[in-house]
């Protein structure tokens, strides 16, 4: 499975202005490129490369790779659309590839810019062991907020499938961030800042009467967003690790569309706290396809309202936040507990479809593979 891994760049205040030069430089180039393509219909890589290569190296006095390069990333943009011109942002980003880019360590590159070769500390998150043998050709230089990131495409291997013998149902919510048909509670402690938050975001959305979950995802601060993803990763790596350890599969409310379905405040504000944790479910799902643990959604309806021992639904079961009791058989049970053994039962039931991670999660890694930006 390709995957897209962000690596943080440390450089100093000299190479910062170096590669800000040659960023600047490359998307001038690119411009230029643009503008011949558009006027001349020529959108080929190999043509405009034919037509433009001495001149941008006279002109622009970028290195060969690099002109190589600007004129694919050129190409490529008018390849999805040729319907108007195509202007390059001065801070757009910059593809590199193993001539011009050098990855050694997980710690240092050796990247090239205007003013020659500059050795640059870099890190990335800890989620995931990295291979740098499986580190794919190209990647991208991006500028995000002042600060300087590698977008690297990294080969992780798959296990094979398993044929799951038990099904583990996740139920995913606020009070307690998942809990599983099995019974373990993930709550994640030192979320409660991010909680108090939620419900101030909430109420401003209330007030507000719109509600975009990307908006909602941006309006937290990039220190609550990392602390949630770390507790993210954490919890999902354990539900994985669980379900590899015991055979299993795992089952999850399939919370696509669920906007669509569920209008009205009440069934928005229920919607917001299933969105909160959409997070958590993309990395279950992508740690449980590398771990060859399949992964079935399921309808997400009433899971919390249905008793899982006799199937008789009602609002009435649900008589507190955190007890469920079934006023036809009289079952009784944590109520996020219920709800995972329904998510998992209706896996049962359900004809297993065996489940990719999220193809494309922000419209910007564009053409990647299967991209998914890990770390930070
Ligand atoms: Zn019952």
Request: hydrophobic content about 35%.
């Amino acid at each position: 499975m390709l995957l897209t891994v962000k690596m943080k760049l440390h450089p100093t205040e000299d190479q910062h202005q170096k590669l800000l030069r040659t960023m600047e430089r490359f998307n001038e180039a690119c411009n230029y490129v643009s503008e011949f393509a558009w006027r001349n219909r020529i959108f080929n890589k190999v043509e405009l490369q034919k037509n433009l290569y001495y001149d941008i190296r006279g002109t622009f006095n970028l290195s060969s790779q690099m002109v190589v390069r600007l004129v694919g990333k050129v190409s490529e943009s008018y390849l999805a659309d040729r319907s108007c011109y195509h202007e390059f942002k001065p801070h757009g980003a910059v593809i590199y590839d193993q001539r011009i880019l050098t990855i050694k360590t997980l710690d240092t590159c050796s990247i090239l810019t205007l003013e020659g070769r500059e050795m640059v500390s870099m890190s990335y998150g800890r989620y995931q062991p990295l291979d740098l043998k499986r580190v794919k050709g190209q990647a991208d230089l991006a500028l995000i907020k002042n600060q300087f990131y590698l977008l690297i495409v990294v080969d992780v291997p798959e296990e094979p499938q398993i044929e799951p013998e038990e099904i583990i149902g996740v139920d995913l919510g606020i009070a307690n961030i998942a809990t599983t048909s099995t019974g373990e509670t993930f709550s994640g402690q030192k979320c409660t800042e991010s909680r108090k938050r939620y419900t101030r975001i909430k109420a401003d959305l209330q007030s507000v009467g719109t509600w975009d979950a990307k908006k909602h995802l941006k309006k937290l601060s990039g220190k609550e967003r990392r602390f949630k993803n770390d507790t993210n990763h954490c919890i999902s790596k354990q539900i994985v690790a669980e379900a590899k350890g015991t055979h299993s599969g795992i089952a999850l409310e399939d919370l696509t569309g669920i906007r669509d379905r569920t209008p009205g405040y009440k069934a928005l504000a229920a919607a917001i706290g299933k969105w909160a944790f959409y997070e958590i479910a993309m990395y279950i799902r992508y740690k449980a396809h590398m771990a060859g643990i399949p992964v079935y959604l399921v309808d997400p309806h009433y899971t919390s309202q249905q008793c899982s021992h006799c199937g008789y639904t009602s609002r009435e079961n649900r008589k507190t936040q955190s007890d469920f009791f079934c006023i036809k058989c009289g079952h009784t049970d944590n109520a996020d507990i219920n709800a995972a053994k329904n998510i998992a039962s209706r896996a049962d039931v359900n004809q297993p479809i065996a489940l990719r991670p999220e193809p494309k999660r922000s419209g910007r890694w564009k053409g990647k593979p299967t991209a998914l930006a890990v770390g930070s």
